[in-house]
């Protein structure tokens, strides 16, 4: 029993001690042990989930039979093709750029045609959609191509048709930027406007050119913080911005949006000078 007694005492004594340590026994230190980093495609948004819904897919307008997959589109400024050539065939939805420098005297005249059309870049279909763009109750077609750049860039290309004499009639043909710096977020009919919105501070259209960016607004092209919204109205021969040019921010939605703050931004560089 003394043997039994002197060891549940040793074992109370350990018990104690593990409780209350003495204050100047060091606590251990724990090691800082680095978590993996989330996968680099987790975070990365979906920045043409709108302009793919399911939203103006349909029209009982002639033009929602035409075949915009075949088709000849002209080409923007800043993306014409070195030989001067201003047009792009699509076929089947899509036309790639040429790799490398083929012989052209191997070449057939269909194979050199392909390869002046397609010398720098390619494209490819998006989608279409189809709104009541002018107003007479007729839906036109927005008909929206990538440019295959041959990297991760995601410039794309706008063309707005009305049907005239059985056949498509080009509009507004306009050019968006690359995802974050001017990418084309939505496009829709709304209030009577033809909306379109693009990502960045105070990115809007001018005739057929996105803005250039806005001091101070240098952010991952993967991942835009703030976007624009303008509306356009067509008076039988352009469609002319109406009203202002508002920004949002993704990181607080329910703010109110800035009101043509590249006008605000220019104004107060221009003052320091």
Request: glycine share 8%; net charge neutral; aromatic share 8%.
């Amino acid at each position: 029993m003394k043997h039994l007694f002197l060891i549940i005492c040793g074992c109370l004594a350990t018990a104690c001690s593990l409780v209350e340590p003495s204050a100047n026994v060091p606590t251990p230190m724990v090691e800082n042990v680095q978590k993996p980093s989330p996968s680099p495609t987790s975070s990365v948004p979906n920045l043409q989930s709108e302009l793919l819904d399911n939203r103006n897919k349909t029209t009982t307008s002639p033009i929602g039979n035409f075949d915009f997959k075949n088709y000849t589109y002209e080409l923007l400024r800043g993306w014409q093709n070195p030989d001067g050539t201003a047009d792009i065939t699509l076929t089947d939805g899509r036309i790639a750029p040429i790799q490398g420098k083929p012989n052209r005297e191997e070449m057939s005249d269909e194979e050199k045609a392909q390869n002046r059309a397609a010398r720098r870049i390619g494209m490819s279909y998006v989608t279409t959609k189809f709104i009541d763009v002018t107003g007479d109750s007729i839906d036109e077609a927005v008909v929206i191509l990538k440019v295959e750049t041959g990297g991760a860039a995601v410039p794309q290309l706008v063309y707005v048709f009305t049907w005239k004499d059985g056949k498509p009639e080009l509009l507004w043909p306009f050019r968006t930027g690359d995802r974050a710096d001017g990418g084309l977020k939505d496009i829709r009919f709304e209030n009577g406007l033809l909306v379109v919105e693009l990502y960045g501070q105070d990115r809007f259209l001018l005739g057929q050119t996105e803005t250039a960016k806005v001091t101070g607004d240098e952010e991952q092209l993967c991942c835009p913080t703030f976007w624009t919204r303008s509306s356009y109205k067509w008076n039988g021969k352009n469609f002319l911005m109406q009203g202002k040019r508002l920004t949002y921010s993704f990181a607080e939605p329910s703010a109110p949006p800035l009101e043509n703050l590249g006008d605000k931004v220019n104004a107060l560089l221009k003052g320091k000078k």
